[in-house]
């Protein structure tokens, strides 16, 4: 499986393109929300849907034609709990969890999003600081947060942004890791990366009731750590390309 990387930055997908009220998109918009993001093709969802019927699930896609082909699915299943929706997580997600009903918000999984490995390209990760406190602040105390990658130099600083911004507290390994999923569907990328015996690093966390840190000090804090560890730099085998 190819991963097809997409630039967020370019103008195209700069855009403030509102994300329509629940409202509009499900036939009982008061349940509680399972946002992922990064939803591709859709089949994670498309399995998720029928097993958690007690939730809508809404994913949210960069690439407009895995989009259109993944709704076309869900109308085929008559899934009314289920929609996918074409946006920029950082740029059309903020304001729209901002305006969620306090609570709604259950879950939020981010599964193996494109893996930008360059220092100068980190502002291309999908999970970005100021994205992370609009999650972090649309989620009531308990919530959950769920994190996965075959990358491990990926998904180690989301994980260090999670940690800095003091407000998430880690499940313990009974609950998640290497071995255990705390969903009960896998996502095409990570059957495909355990069916070749390579592993998954996976990360869940809770809401704590930890009161939400200035943007500007969580990405001075991020910043200062990338820099101190080095996590995220240019590596030899692309040093040579943008």
């Known amino acids: 499986m190819v991963r097809q990387h997409v630039n967020p930055l370019s103008r195209i997908h700069q855009l403030a393109r509102p ?4 409202v509009e998109l499900f036939a009982d918009p008061s349940l509680p929300l399972h946002l992922d993001i990064g939803s591709a093709r859709g089949r994670f969802l498309l399995a998720m849907a029928p097993l958690a019927p007690q939730r809508n699930h809404l994913g949210l896609e960069i690439r407009r034609p895995l989009v259109e082909a993944a709704e076309a699915d869900r109308r085929r299943d008559g899934l ?15 304001e729209w969890l901002a305006l969620l009903s306090p609570g709604q918000l259950e879950l939020v999984t981010l599964q193996f999003p494109d893996p930008w490995f360059k220092l100068r390209h980190r502002k291309r990760r999908v999970l970005q600081p100021a994205l992370l406190l609009a ?11 769920f994190l996965q990658s075959d990358v491990e130099g990926l998904i180690t600083p989301m994980r260090q942004l999670v940690e800095a ?3 998430f507290e880690p499940a313990g390994p009974e609950e998640c ?26 990360s869940l966390y809770r809401r704590s009731t930890a009161p939400l840190p200035p943007l500007a000090e969580l990405e001075r804090h991020l910043d200062t750590r990338l820099e101190a560890t080095g996590d995220g730099v ?4 692309d040093a040579a390309a943008d």
């Open 80 to 94: 009314t709990n289920l929609r996918f929706l074409y946006g920029n997580a950082n740029v059309n997600l903020p």
């Open 135 to 145: 999650i972090a602040a649309a989620l009531a105390p308990g919530r959950r947060l």
């Open 177 to 202: 890791g290497p071995t255990v999923n705390p969903l009960p569907v896998a996502t095409e990328r990570e059957a495909q990366v355990l069916a070749e015996g390579k592993p998954v690093h996976r």
């Open 234 to 237: 240019d590596n030899r085998d």
């Open 19 to 22: 994300l329509p009220p629940l």
């Open 165 to 167: 911004s003091g407000v």
